[in-house]
């Protein structure tokens, strides 16, 4: 049995009723149900927009105004869904001009009054790509709302990462170095206190496997947690690239351009471990894939944006590179970088590869870079064994 179908709600622009008679008149005739509303002038057009129509049927010469003129007025309405809203204009005689300018405004279709025969079709044709098109611009609004939602749990995941991180650094800090410290004093006082010169060498050996052990410790530590950005992040990226250089063999030039080296930045929270993280991630990467043998680190701030840039010399990324289905390491750069709503740009020349992040600056923002990992200041080790003088890690594992 079929459903009887939902009357078109049809508002008609119309100073004949004869006209408007004939016109409703073709429309029942080719089965179209509608509820129809005759108006005239631009007060009761005005007054009527404030309802719901599925479509409006317009005569081009109206009391005081013109069909391009209500046309205007109903898409000047966008918050009571006038942009969506079909418009068909209707005229005794209409030039070729005034039915292109009618269609370029957002008519959806124009018709002559003795051709009353397309009527039918052309209303039908017209609320069938106004539903078309009202389901594209939800599907557009629920992609969008979805992309959104994604965002967010991908900005939740670092964020929830970087807190298990900082917690697991804690209790390897507080009790993991805690014992191994505890227990490097005792090996040290069994060495000094044995008579037997095979004791002596056996506490021995373990004070160096114990010394292995919180080398090891500091290592996990700074790498789950940089204590380091405690001095700023321009001290932790010239140890960072410093370490690599050392650790890879590959040539590392780190430079703070238009950046006093000794000053710290009045950073907001957030951005230093971002940075951070994104050339820790970038040098990662020049060393497994790039074949590169130089790299540069810039770090530069000019009109309120600081921009960190990673280029090497290396043999570059092609367009299949990027576009990897599960390439969820340059996914993880672009989320990283927005949760300070930052953002990543990547390019290759085929001969390199440039990474930039970019970052505007609060002029308000909050606390100043340094002090930003509070709770937890890393550092493994007895008080007062800060190792060499001159060593850039020891002196970062120093601060406490």
């Not at 599925?54 to 009391?63: E, F, I, T």
């Not at 008519?107 to 397309?118: C, E, G, Q, T, V």
């Not at 191994?180 to 002596?200: G, V």
């Amino acid at each position: 049995m079929n459903a009887t179908p939902r009357a078109i709600r049809l508002l008609h622009l119309e100073d004949s009723e004869p006209d408007h008679a004939l016109a409703m008149l073709h429309l029942q005739r080719s089965g179209v149900v509608v509820e129809a509303l005759r108006i005239e002038t631009r007060a009761e057009f005005e007054a009527a927009l404030a309802e719901p129509w599925d479509l409006v049927l317009s005569d081009y010469h109206l009391p005081g105004f013109s069909g391009l003129e209500a046309l205007q007025m109903l898409r000047a309405r966008p918050g009571a869904g006038g942009g969506l809203v079909p418009f068909i204009l209707v005229s005794g005689q209409i030039g070729e001009d005034t039915a292109v300018e009618a269609m370029r405004n957002g008519a959806s279709d124009y018709l002559l009054k003795n051709r009353l025969a397309r009527l039918a079709p052309a209303v039908e044709h017209a609320i069938a790509a106004s539903e078309t098109h009202r389901a594209r611009l939800a599907a557009d609004r629920e992609l969008q709302a979805s992309r959104r939602r994604l965002s967010e749990l991908a900005q939740h995941l670092q964020t929830s990462v970087e807190a298990e991180r900082l917690a697991i650094a804690r209790e390897i800090h507080d009790d993991v170095g805690g014992s191994l410290t505890a227990l490097k004093f005792e090996l040290d006082w069994i060495r000094r206190h044995a008579a037997a010169p095979e004791i002596q060498q056996r506490a021995l050996s373990a004070l160096e496997t114990v010394t292995g052990a919180i080398e090891a410790s500091q290592r996990i530590m700074q790498n789950l947690r940089p204590a380091i950005l405690e001095q700023g992040l321009v001290a932790a990226l010239q140890w960072m690239t410093s370490r690599f250089e050392k650790r890879t063999g590959i040539v590392c030039e780190f430079r703070a351009s238009h950046l006093n080296q000794h000053e710290p930045m009045a950073l907001p929270v957030g951005v230093p471990l971002v940075a951070y993280r994104i050339a820790q991630e970038a040098l990662t990467n020049v060393s497994k894939h790039s074949e590169a043998g130089r790299v540069v680190v810039d770090l530069s701030l000019t009109g309120g944006i600081l921009s960190l840039e990673i280029s090497d010399n290396g043999r570059g990324l092609s367009s299949s590179d990027l576009a990897k289905t599960r390439s969820f390491g340059i996914r993880g750069l672009h989320e990283r970088a927005s949760t300070v709503g930052g953002w990543v740009d990547l390019s290759s020349a085929g001969a390199g590869t440039s990474l930039i992040l970019s970052v505007p600056l609060d002029p308000a923002a909050a606390p100043c870079e340094p002090g930003e990992n509070r709770g937890y200041h890393g550092g493994l080790g007895e008080p007062g064994d800060r190792g060499d003088p001159n060593d850039t890690e020891a002196q970062a594992w120093a601060t406490r």
